[in-house]
């Protein structure tokens, strides 16, 4: 069974300039999470989609920070303009529905760097 | 305010020996736990879980322990060997009404194990 798949691994922007993200969670897996990791820091949630509905954006910085889901598969994070801060890990998740007793499947993820 | 503390950042311990991760939580809602396993440049993977019905969960050489009245869990790695040698983070979540299916995640423990 495939994983969760995440591309690009690496990204250097500059910034002011738009970057895109983009998650193939494990096939029949509804719920999908994007999570931004800090170094030295946990994961952090930023937006968890129900199929295609984004039921949890709470944490996703609207004003730079968009997400979608087209048809409840593949879903890609967007920022634009990026700014120096926006440098970390961008994790992509899956599950089947919310509450997995055995947790969510990571991507390897994407490591963006603004200079 | 973390909700979720993994206050040692790292961990030594020699090949064969016992790893204890320590972990704190402050939400009294969280009734489900779990522990992930993160190698560089790759993603989170599933370790353990624990609910809060039970004081312990034991899988091959990995034990998790919760205590509620403390608020405090533990993994436990008996016996340690090289390849456990990875980032471990401690989340946490609550199925209640009104709390969040999201996890929470401490900033994680680096442990190494020497042959």
């Known amino acids: 069974e495939a994983g969760v798949v995440q591309s690009p691994r690496y990204k250097i922007i500059e910034k002011k300039q738009p970057v895109a993200f983009w998650c193939n969670p494990i096939?029949?897996?509804?719920?999908l999470y994007w999570y931004l990791q800090n170094l030295g820091q946990g994961p952090e949630l930023l937006i968890r989609?129900?199929?295609?509905?984004?039921?949890?954006d709470s944490q996703l910085p609207k004003d730079r920070f968009s997400a979608e889901r087209l048809k409840g598969v593949d879903s890609t994070l967007k920022i634009q303009p990026a700014e120096l801060g926006d440098s970390a890990v961008y994790l992509c998740?899956?599950?089947?529905?919310?509450?997995?007793?055995?947790?969510?499947?990571f991507g390897s993820g994407t490591r963006l760097t603004v200079v | 305010d973390q909700q979720v503390k993994q206050n040692s950042p790292s961990l030594s311990v020699q090949e064969g020996r016992i790893s204890i991760l320590n972990c704190d939580y402050t939400?009294?809602?969280?009734?489900?736990f779990l522990w992930y396993k993160k190698y560089p440049a790759e993603g989170p993977t599933f370790l353990i879980s624990?609910?809060?019905?039970?004081d312990k969960n034991e899988d091959g050489r990995f034990t998790v322990f919760l205590n509620k009245s403390a608020k405090h869990l533990s993994l436990h790695i008996v016996p340690s060997q090289p390849g456990d040698s990875a980032v471990y983070f401690c989340?946490?979540?609550?199925?209640?009404?009104?709390?969040?299916?999201?996890?929470?995640f401490g900033r994680g423990t680096s442990l190494i194990v020497h042959p």
């Open positions: 624990i609910s809060s019905i039970k």
């Open positions: 989609y129900e199929n295609e509905e984004a039921v949890d």
């Open positions: 998740a899956s599950s089947l529905g919310p509450t997995p007793t055995r947790g969510y499947t």
């Open positions: 989340a946490a979540r609550s199925s209640a009404s009104g709390g969040s299916y999201i996890p929470t």
């Open positions: 096939s029949g897996h509804n719920t």
């Open positions: 939400n009294s809602m969280f009734d489900y």
